[in-house]
């Protein structure tokens, strides 16, 4: 496959990449509706709260730490097929960003996990 094809499918995935983080905040909100409990100044039940983390917040995490996964082994897969080594270089540069967003997306989202669990759980007990 020519080089600029190459850099031309790198770029498309960068631009979805950049695209897909204007739906972080999206699922930030999620999860501190979650944890807040409070929607429009009314509370929410325990039940609710924890199907919003469950149903909301966790798979929108999940996906997002999958794509980034997904993408980072695209570009190294890209940047093997590349006779160019800059080209290759700039397949695996773009390859450890996706990956250290895919480490990102999953132990971030894992902590804020735990410690909604946890939340949640003094809340009942209250």
């Given at each position: ?81 590349s006779d160019n ?9 773009a390859a450890v ?30």
């Open positions: 496959m020519p080089d600029t094809s190459l850099l031309w499918i790198m770029s498309l995935f960068c631009g979805v990449g950049l695209i897909s983080t204007l739906f972080v905040p999206l699922a930030n909100a999620r999860g501190d509706l979650a944890l807040r409990g409070v929607q429009d100044g009314l509370p929410l039940s325990m039940k609710t709260r924890r199907l919003i983390l469950f149903t909301h917040y966790i798979p929108l995490a999940v996906f997002w730490g999958a794509f980034t996964m997904v993408a980072a082994f695209g570009f190294i897969e890209l940047a093997r097929s080594p800059r080209v290759a270089a700039i397949g695996y540069m960003m996706g990956g250290s967003n895919t480490l990102v997306w999953f132990g971030l989202a894992g902590v804020w996990v735990l410690h909604t669990l946890k939340e949640l759980g003094q809340a009942e007990r209250n």
